[in-house]
């Protein structure tokens, strides 16, 4: 018989067992899905619902149906049914309960007896799929919200209806009463029900105890509602009063107290046992792995080489014991191991664990020092690994949650080793790896290169478990415990410190442990763990101070108290302020869990409001994960913008697309124009990251959002539009149309205050510059964007770029290079890495265009280095071009052939404004060699690109070393030819280069004449 239970923890049991599920929750949210809707899906819906962005989404679904199928499957019968199109689960015969509860109360609830009312009730060991969520995709997540909601509505009626058919017993009510206000905490009317029926059963201090918690949690949502529940309290107190009064002497006496072990709030705290304090950090067993790590140890510093060690296993194995008690053996031989964890509720959060590995991370150098970008940032972080005395020791625990800038910095930092001594220890849960595409790249990568060997933590023996089981409680039942923790030391310990008194009933699961333990501790400290639990993995003491509602000296208590029992542990550091985590990762989870949905929204977004307005800011992507849990959209979606940007800064794409599909989710359900401000801006920070892939489409997507910000009266979002839009038009060599949207975004900007408009404006004038187009009312727009920037105190870069250019293009070259020189810099303060390489373009074309190819040889190294971090796209290809050159003429290289590649890539990339000037460049210096054939073809590729570009500069350049190529030759028609149409373009405006290199056109080697 196979039994499906999803409410609550996903559960699937055979003849009443329990079985292992697989650990990759993906896979577990697949099962759950398919078994709970009960029908087809297409395999192009399931990919895109559970496989963001993998490499192989078809490859991930069929992974992941390779892995139910052993789980659900009968040897005659299957019940994964896929074809090559869709996929479904087929109960046949399996009872999932959910669908059975739907059947049980289809026909109505009146309809049903207290019987099955009472088993309706009982289905419920949990909110739906507890535990299961997956954040990062929203079709699952919205799906998954939308159940359990429809579902809490469901069980608050079920238990509604228990409660009225029990009006006449307040025991058997009491416990429907108890459940309902846990499942419908704001509800005031189930709150005070429950008040009366404990005080109406004689439990006076839980009644007491529970008033305080619910007082305490109604001024999350408003002072009215706390009041409303006191006065009902002060009613309810007056009526019991009464009614003690009037009974009989003989039932009067001490008030009943009762130990409620997962319900009560009145019950006491149990003491743990002496030796759980003595020894707060146990560690038995798992010999054999420690010494293979010391050995491995000893093999990186006597090799002088880069170890990786891989310890994987289920979670609450030991992996991070195992990891503690070894660098703390480490620490005793002078090591200074470096610790760094990655959490999942961070999975965006750029470079997260090396700044709790290395310390902070220096994300904003000085004004005066030269823009770098990520190789400098991850040459300190690497220059800091390497730093200490001994052999440098990196662990990074929960690998498996690692994001892709982090995984690329791991890689960097091993490969940067070298003939160098390093240990690396990633501790992860090994089913889920496969969930994490820049974890296992990195793994890939390192394996090929023979640095990893990988280690799984089995589960410890029965007498490893009965020496830890001993070491916690002398009271506790071993032989029980060593069968139910089936060798999870985390699972045994808890084990024994809960249930040592009462082994016969000892909770299933590890969440109903902590939750029992946790329980007896009082309601301010399971209180206070909630707070802690929704915050985060790691929390600020203030931040959790602050939020949690306490004054110091009660905070400082209570902290001391989870400190004692090993809930909570205090983390020496993070960002120069006092901090705690929880001891265990499994603990957070199991209570967060145990919160209601209704609760952790409130719960969420008091922390979301309360990080916003934190003294000196707060992490943006903090934010938005408190914001969005909590429902509020807006905020969540600009702080997606705001963190972004942030990613933007550290070169991290990745997670700045992340952040951009996230806010792109929570913006599309905001009402105009804050919507549209939201999209425009992630759209901004989407075309920095990543060029797109369809940019046609794109271009319509800002289109609509353009004409949509006009309709809306949002002049300035519809100009941010036509500038975007100016950008890919003329990088796709469409420049009338790059005008055109040019001087459309300029136009609406016009009602803009006056910051946005200087921006605008500057903006606009560099475009028309750089097309060539209109260079009057260019100076004009120039002039006035600089007059608006000082009024309102700010320098965009683009006014500076624009002016540079116009002054280049007016021959004051000197200018223009001091000017280009400040844009640059004006650029990579703002963060804003596409202007800083434009500025840099800029700059190294002029120094070329002067002759100064040595100058430029540098400026291209540096030109390469930021195109790298740039999106996929023309920089690179351009860079590399010219950087080649470079290194030809200066002897540094013999071949064209890196200019040739570079070339080729410039030619796929399209970008003919580029493809012009680099062709041009190496025209003139193959000229001047007497490579007369390829430089007249590399000229004429030129001419082609600048003709069709319009751009009447470049077009006379590569006329005037196409007809000095003629004249070498003896070719006079040739040469008449090609100086006739220079002059036609001249007449039309040129700039001052284009002229200097008309001039040279004019003179006609002696040689060459002579043999005409």
């Not at 207290?114 to 949990?126: K, M, N, P, S, V």
């Not at 209806?161 to 017993?169: A, P, S």
């Not at 107190?237 to 009560?264: F, K, S, W």
């Not at 803009?752 to 187009?773: I, K, S, T, Y």
Request: with cysteine; charged share 30%.
């Amino acid at each position: 018989m196979l039994t499906l239970n999803l409410l609550g923890e996903l559960e699937v049991l055979r003849d009443g067992d329990r079985v292992a599920l697989p650990p990759s929750r993906k896979t577990r949210a697949l099962l759950a899905y398919l078994a709970s809707t009960g029908r087809q899906h297409r395999r192009e819906r399931l990919c895109s619902m559970f496989w963001e962005v993998p490499d192989d989404p078809r490859g991930s679904l069929r992974w992941s149906m390779s892995r139910l199928r052993p789980l659900v499957d009968e040897p005659d019968s299957s019940r994964i049914v896929a074809n090559r199109e869709s996929v479904a689960f087929q109960a046949n015969g399996a009872e999932i309960d959910l669908l059975a509860l739907r059947s049980l109360v289809s026909s109505g609830l009146e309809k049903l007896s207290t019987e099955q009312l009472e088993a309706a009730a009982a289905r419920f060991r949990g909110e739906f799929l507890e535990g299961l969520d997956l954040p990062a995709q929203h079709e699952f997540q919205a799906w998954c919200v939308a159940e359990r909601e429809d579902l809490r509505r469901l069980q608050i009626r079920i238990l509604e209806e228990l409660k009225e058919r029990h009006t006449g017993n307040p025991e058997s009510a009491l416990a429907a009463a108890r459940q309902l206000a846990q499942v419908d905490p704001f509800n005031e009317a189930a709150r005070a029900d429950l008040l009366r029926l404990l005080a109406r059963t004689g439990r006076q201090q839980e009644a007491e105890s529970h008033f305080e918690t619910a007082e305490r949690l109604f001024r999350e949502i408003g002072p009215e509602a706390s009041q409303r529940l006191a006065g009902a309290w002060r009613t309810i107190r007056r009526e019991a009063a009464g009614e003690r009064a009037r009974a009989p002497l003989a039932i009067q006496g001490p008030e009943r107290v009762e130990t409620l072990p997962r319900d009560g709030t009145g019950a006491a705290e149990a003491p743990p046992a002496p030796s759980a304090l003595a020894d707060a950090a146990r560690f038995v067993g798992r010999e054999r792995e420690m010494d293979a790590l010391k050995a491995v140890a000893e093999a990186a510093a006597s090799g002088g080489s880069a170890k990786v060690v891989v310890l994987m296993g289920e979670a609450g194995i030991g992996k991070s014991r195992l990891v503690q008690e070894f660098t703390a053996s480490m620490r005793r031989r002078g090591a200074g191991p470096m610790i760094g964890r990655a959490y999942d509720a961070r999975l965006s959060t750029a470079l997260g664990p090396w700044a709790e590995a290395v310390g902070e991370l220096p994300l904003a150098e000085t004004d005066e020092e030269a823009a770098s970008g990520r190789e400098k940032l991850f040459a300190e972080v690497a220059k800091r690994v390497f730093a200490g005395e001994g052999l440098p020791i990196l662990v990074l625990d929960d690998f498996q949650w690692i994001n892709e800038t982090s995984a690329e910095l791991l890689h960097h930092v091993v490969r940067s080793a070298q003939d160098r001594a390093l240990l690396v220890v990633l501790t992860a849960r090994d089913g889920e790896l496969p969930d994490n595409i820049p974890a296992n790249s990195v793994l890939r990568s390192l394996r090929r290169y023979r640095l990893v060997e990988e280690m799984v933590l089995d589960p410890l023996p029965p007498e490893d478990i009965v020496r830890l089981v001993q070491g916690v409680s002398s009271l506790a039942d071993a032989d029980a415990i060593v069968r139910l923790s089936a060798g999870n030391p985390l699972y045994a310990e808890e084990l024994a410190q809960n249930g040592a008194d009462r082994a016969g009933t000892l909770p299933r699961t590890l969440k109903e442990l902590v939750r029992d333990r946790i329980e007896r501790l009082g309601p301010e400290a399971s209180d206070l763990l909630n707070w802690a639990s929704v915050l985060g993995p790691v929390m600020k003491g203030d931040t959790l101070q602050t939020v949690a509602g306490y004054d110091l000296q009660d905070f400082l208590e209570i902290s001391d108290k989870l400190e004692r029992h090993r809930l909570l542990v205090p983390v020496d550091q993070v960002s120069g302020q006092g901090a705690y985590t929880f001891a265990h990762e499994l603990l957070r989870e199991a209570i967060y869990t145990g919160l209601s949905e209704p609760r952790r929204r409130v719960m969420h977004l008091k922390i979301a409001r309360v990080l916003q307005q934190a003294p000196g800011g707060a992490s943006a992507l903090d934010i938005a994960r408190h914001a969005a849990a909590g429902g509020d959209g807006r905020m969540a979606a600009r702080a997606c913008v705001l963190a972004g940007r942030h990613c933007m800064r550290l070169f991290a794409h990745g997670e700045a697309m992340a952040l951009v599909r996230h806010g792109q989710h929570y913006a599309e359900a905001l009402p105009d124009p804050d919507r549209l401000d939201c999209l425009v801006d992630l759209a901004e920070i989407e075309l920095r990251t990543s060029r797109p892939d369809d940019p046609a489409r794109f271009m319509e997507r800002l289109e609509a959002l353009a004409e949509a910000a006009l309709n809306h009266g949002c002049g300035d979002a519809a100009g941010r539009c036509y500038r975007m839009l100016a950008t890919l038009r003329w990088e796709g060599g469409a420049w009338s149309d790059a005008q055109r949207d040019t001087l459309r975004g300029e136009l609406v900007s016009r009602g803009a205050d006056e910051r946005q408009r200087a921006v605008a404006l500057g903006e606009a004038a560099r475009c028309l510059v750089m097309l060539e187009r209109d260079l009057p009312l260019a100076e004009a727009l120039v002039l006035e964007a600089d007059a608006l920037a000082r009024r309102a105190g700010v320098e965009p870069n683009a006014i500076a770029d624009a002016t540079a250019l116009l002054r280049c293009h007016q021959g004051e070259f000197e200018k223009g290079r001091d000017l280009l020189r400040k844009a640059r810099m004006l650029a990579w303060r703002e963060g804003d890495r596409a202007c800083e390489f434009l500025a840099l373009e800029h700059l190294l074309t002029l120094e070329i265009e002067l002759g100064e190819l040595e100058a430029a040889a540098s400026l291209c190294e540096e030109a390469v280095e930021l195109a790298a971090r740039l999106p996929s796209g023309s920089d690179l290809p351009f860079a590399k071009s010219l950087a080649a050159l470079c290194r030809y003429v200066h002897g540094r290289e013999t071949t064209l052939a890196a200019f040739d590649a570079a070339m080729d890539d410039l030619r796929a990339a399209d970008a003919k404004h580029r493809l012009a000037f680099a062709a041009m460049t190496a025209a003139r210096i193959l000229f001047g060699q007497s490579e007369n054939l390829g430089a007249e073809r590399l000229a004429l590729e030129a001419l082609a690109a600048a003709t069709l570009l319009e751009r009447h500069s470049d077009m006379v350049s590569a006329l005037a070393i196409l007809a000095r190529i003629a004249g070498a030759k003896g070719d006079g028609d040739a040469r008449t030819g090609y100086l006739d149409r220079l002059g036609e373009v001249m007449a039309l405006g040129v700039s001052e280069a284009a002229l200097r290199a008309a001039e040279d056109a004019l003179v006609l080697p002696h040689q060459a004449m002579a043999e005409a």
